[in-house]
């Protein structure tokens, strides 16, 4: 093993048939399903090496050294690295957050009927224009659909790998459908109405045996935000996140079972009891409780989440909040669906100096700053927004670099673009 230089990857010429072939080294970027989007050097007989991203070690293989270890590049925004030698790809390089073993951004489907409440039209309308600005940045393409019978198609774990119920559930001959789409290994997201019955046994399987949760108790009202009490930490979903952090606005809904004493169900965020009362409605305040929110049954790819009712002015029939305005709800989702879909997740740390190179954009975070520079610019901007596209930070500079306060940008997703003469580029951001 050679130990390389942080921030480069080197290529060599090498002689690797009888003859003394010589083989150049080609250094590209690929796509998720292996296509060369950019040669990023050649070797034309010497060394040469190409700045990226952040790395720790090479590997000496044949002669070439590849990347041991990679820090995370922003979601993706290009995607991997490979070696070829003689036209054959060697070794590819994970850069994004997908695993090596993830062929191609996987697909969500998301299915709505906007049909009762406008507190639930209006979180479902608002879901279905929040994911398709933040799918490609996460590896996914969302679609979504109020043809229910698609999940009576028998390919339908082959085109998603994850199903969202945003405001209700499936009819009665759609049962059997759904049931043997999560028999057969595909992912579940259910948000707030998706649970809702008053006599569990009208579908026994989804609200007993896939949700563990039976029929609807009781509700708070109004929709308020509250206290949310992690419970495992270093599950996939919630990793990494505070012991209890504030959560969007809902109505919260409980349940006739006792989600705890069900062996298949494992409770990920319940309410902190610093939230008590909960509620406007003194009528239908909870004062006290085990009241789980968020859960995952073992036996499944799933995942409940009791969120989706925006507070909502009736009589005018606006929305008073907006469920994906709160990072950590977005930070949790986004880890449920990658989770789902079998994607394994690492985040840049803010914490990390030199937190990402490519080619187009460096961005190093140090004490007390986030710097961003442009490789061979001296004039172009810089603007910071979050995945609902308001813009957080913006700068320009003439002189090669733009530095922002870093402790301006909280725990989140957030995109960078950078326009200048030669156009606009954008990377994705986590920060933890």
Excluded at 75 to 90: K, Q
Excluded at 270 to 281: K, M, R
Excluded at 365 to 382: D, E, H, K
Aim: with cysteine; hydrophobic share 40%.
């Amino acid at each position: 093993m050679a130990n390389g230089t942080p921030g480069f990857l080197w290529g060599y010429r090498i002689g690797a048939t009888p003859g003394n072939g010589v083989f150049p080294v080609h250094i590209c970027e690929i796509n998720f399903r292996g296509t060369v989007i950019t040669p990023l050097a050649r070797d034309g007989g010497a060394v040469h090496s190409v700045r990226l991203h952040q790395c720790r070690t090479m590997i000496e293989v044949e002669g070439i050294p590849v990347i041991a270890s990679l820090m995370r590049r922003f979601n993706g925004i290009r995607n991997g690295i490979a070696c070829v030698t003689a036209g054959v790809m060697t070794c590819v390089l994970a850069a994004g957050f997908p695993s090596a073993s993830q062929a191609a951004p996987f697909k969500v489907l998301g299915l709505f009927r906007a049909g009762y409440d406008a507190a639930h039209i209006n979180y479902a309308h608002e879901t279905n224009m929040w994911f398709p600005k933040v799918a490609a940045a996460n590896g996914f393409q969302y679609d979504s659909s109020k043809n229910w019978d698609l999940l009576n198609d028998p390919t339908l774990k082959d085109q998603y790998q994850v199903v969202m119920f945003l405001d209700d559930q499936p009819s009665a001959n759609q049962h059997a459908g759904f049931q043997k789409y999560m028999e057969a290994g595909g992912g579940f997201i259910g948000f707030h109405v998706s649970a809702f019955c008053t006599n569990a046994n009208d579908w026994a399987w989804y609200h007993n045996t896939l949700l563990g949760s039976g029929a609807f108790r009781s509700n708070t009202w109004g929709p308020t935000p509250a206290q949310m009490k992690v419970e495992d930490p270093t599950h996939p979903v919630t990793k990494g996140f505070p012991t209890v952090f504030k959560s969007e606005v809902s109505e919260w809904y409980n349940w006739n079972n006792d989600l705890r004493k069900n062996p298949d169900i494992k409770v990920l965020c319940s309410i902190d009891p610093s939230s008590y009362p909960l509620g406007t409605d003194p009528n239908q305040s909870w004062r006290s409780g085990d009241n789980p929110i968020v859960w995952t049954n073992t036996k499944f790819k799933m995942i409940y989440c009791n969120s989706g009712h925006n507070d909502m002015d009736y009589a005018a029939n606006t929305a008073k909040s907006h469920t994906w305005d709160n990072a950590q709800h977005v930070t949790l989702v986004l880890n449920a669906l990658k989770w789902l879909a079998g994607v394994t997740t690492t985040s840049i740390d803010g914490n990390f100096a030199n937190a990402g190179r490519n080619p187009e954009m460096e961005i190093n975070w140090n004490n007390p700053g986030l710097t961003i520079s442009r490789a061979g610019l001296a004039n172009f901007g810089i603007a910071i927004l979050d995945l609902q596209g308001n813009r957080i930070l913006q700068g320009s500079t003439a002189t090669g670099m733009v530095t922002f306060e870093r402790n301006r940008l909280k725990s989140g997703f957030y995109v960078i673009q950078s326009t200048s003469s030669t156009g606009k580029i954008a990377r994705t951001l986590q920060v933890k």
